[in-house]
């Protein structure tokens, strides 16, 4: 198995940069793709963006690409999501997540508002 534990959530302005970090514990030499997801309120969770063992294939969803950057540092077992030009509807709560064992984190609120 595998924990998780998510920081780096806070209140940001619209155009406001936060970056992520999931740390993971447990079984890491085993984890393959990990991945972001959130959750606004009232809505379901979305998936954010993927990436591979070795960070050299990565996915995002539409509405967050080319702004959002999802890397890891395996050697720190952490998992990261860099949040740049944040709008209001990014408000949500931010889960990591490794799909081989359906680990979740306990999510990391994110607001952005003025």
């Known amino acids: 198995q595998v924990h998780l534990v998510e920081s780096g959530g806070g209140l940001v302005q619209p155009g406001g940069s936060l970056r992520l970090s999931c740390a993971a514990s447990?079984?890491?030499?085993?984890?393959?793709?990990m991945t972001w997801y959130r959750q606004a309120p009232g809505k379901e969770r979305e998936l954010v963006a993927t990436?591979?063992?070795?960070?050299?294939?990565?996915n995002y969803a539409i509405s967050v690409k080319g702004r959002f950057t999802i890397s890891r540092d395996n050697a720190k077992n952490t998992l990261y999501l860099q949040m740049n030009s944040l709008k209001p509807e990014d408000t949500a709560v931010y889960y990591c997540?490794?799909?081989?064992?359906?680990?979740w984190g306990q999510g990391t609120q994110v607001t952005v508002s003025s």
């Open positions: 447990g079984a890491t030499s085993r984890i393959f793709v």
């Open positions: 990436i591979n063992s070795l960070g050299g294939a990565t």
């Open positions: 997540n490794v799909p081989q064992f359906n680990s």
